[in-house]
């Protein structure tokens, strides 16, 4: 099983993600896509990249706002396949813009 970051890793790795916050509790981010459709299109590459890496984030939708949310919850918390999720997630959006 992965280990549960500290709050200073976790702080350490946010500050090299743009638009991420959280706590060793979890991370997130939202973004705001061109339309609904456009906002549906990231999820769906998210949903597949997550189902090939076997770790999922919670989505929330919004018409065109999406806000990812990561947490390894068998860990009980934030681990660094979180933040290789959310690198993923940040390559995905980018490419949507």
Known sequence: ??????????????????GWSGDPT????????????AAIAV???VAVTAEEIDHHPD?????RTVTFRCVTHSAG???RRDFDLA???????????
Request: hydrophobic share 45%.
């Open 26 to 37: 979890g991370i997130s981010r939202s973004v705001e896509l061109a339309s609904f459709p």
């Open 77 to 79: 918390g934030v681990t």
């Open 1 to 18: 099983m992965a280990d549960v970051l500290t709050a200073e890793a976790v702080e350490q790795e946010l500050s090299g993600l743009a």
């Open 87 to 97: 690198r993923r997630i940040d390559e995905i959006v980018r490419s949507a813009r």
């Open 43 to 45: 999820v769906d590459r």
């Open 59 to 63: 989505i929330d939708i919004r018409w």
